[in-house]
């Protein structure tokens, strides 16, 4: 399984530009020894003044990293998101557009001379970090109204970011669907779309099961059901025939409503939200899951689901935040 999943990040790795031809991990250790061996010197207290990020600064930024990440086309290019690191006048930034298939995250020093994607505080409990992190990560999840099955008050909350044509996304439903009844009644598990540009049918199989999910929760988890099973026979000449044929057949399912939305692109604007908090998230790969706000990586097997499982379980047991026990599987 690992060395499939490896196969499934190279499948999607080989429909991006190459941006990041330069290694990138020089890049990294450098930068990060430099902001870290200037922290006495460059910490400015938030209280002061930051120096402002002007236009020439931020074109200048963008110039350099387009260089120094040798991105082929920087047509487009700009800084995006800005905010400043807590207490700090260190900034986090987004690079985006031009080549760059999702935005890059860097921080820039407070006299705007250093750059780099990774930055430690020493002053913060990496534990704590982590379950900051993950408590983040859940305010982008939750607040949109995602096809949900399971308890709706279970304390674990699994999203998953998954593409239909996908095997591994497939792979997981099943191992989902093995898990122990006891383990299932602990699980809220969402349903986010991020449907991959070099699978021919997964974006109309993403809108035809979002066009469900407009009717009812159940109306979706049917047609996910039917679609995961029959993947191996779906192609893009017969997804449409072959999904309303069986929602025809499906009394939950409203076959006629499912082909006018359909046709109308009704369900467009829920894909592209989930697709950009996708990017948001940097997520490059199928399966992507979240367990109470903690990404789980790598996800090899089901024992790596069921240890990501069974950590929230024991934090919520020691009467810990919901967060604190869904690390990341190592």
């Keep these: 399984m690992f060395r499939e999943s490896q196969n499934c990040e190279q499948k999607r ?35 002061d003044e930051c120096k402002p990020l002007s236009p020439l600064s931020r074109k200048a930024i963008v110039s350099y990293l387009s260089k120094r990440l040798k991105i082929l086309d920087s047509t487009f290019l700009r800084l995006g998101k800005e905010e400043f690191v807590r207490d700090t006048c260190y900034r986090k930034l987004t690079l985006e557009g ?3 298939t999702q935005p890059l995250t860097f921080f820039l020093s407070p006299d705007q001379r250093f750059v780099s994607p990774l930055m430690l505080d020493t002053a913060l409990d990496p534990e704590l970090e982590e379950q900051e992190e993950a408590e983040r990560t859940n305010k982008l999840l939750l607040p949109d109204a995602s096809p949900s099955r399971g308890d709706a008050g279970a304390p674990i909350r699994i999203v998953e970011f998954s593409d ?59 047609l996910h059901d039917f679609i995961f099973k029959e993947q191996g026979s779906l192609n893009p000449t017969n997804i449409r025939h072959r999904v309303v044929a069986f929602a025809a057949n499906t009394p939950a399912i409203d076959a006629n409503q499912l082909v006018a939305c359909f ?12 697709r950009e908090l996708a990017i948001e998230l940097h997520i490059s790969v199928t399966p992507t899951i979240f367990v109470n706000g903690a990404r789980v990586s790598p996800l090899r097997s089901i024992d790596d689901l069921k240890a990501a499982i069974t950590h929230a379980s024991e934090a919520l047991a020691r009467g810990s935040t919901s967060t604190e026990g869904a690390r990341p599987v190592r």
């Design 13 to 47: 790795r080989s429909a991006r530009n190459r941006q990041m031809s330069v290694s990138r991990n020089s890049f990294r250790l450098a930068a990060t020894l430099i902001l870290l061996g200037c922290a006495f010197n460059c910490r400015v207290s938030f209280a």
């Design 263 to 274: 046709d109308e692109r009704q369900a467009d604007g829920i894909i592209k939200r989930d």
């Design 98 to 100: 031009g080549s760059l």
């Design 164 to 222: 239909f044509e996908c095997p591994y996304s497939r792979r997981l439903n099943e191992w989902i669907e093995t898990l122990p009844s006891e383990t299932k009644a602990q699980i809220r598990l969402a349903y986010k779309h991020f449907p991959f540009a070099i699978h021919p049918w997964a974006n109309d199989a993403a809108a035809l099961s979002t066009c469900a999910s407009l009717q009812s929760p159940s109306a979706f988890w049917l």
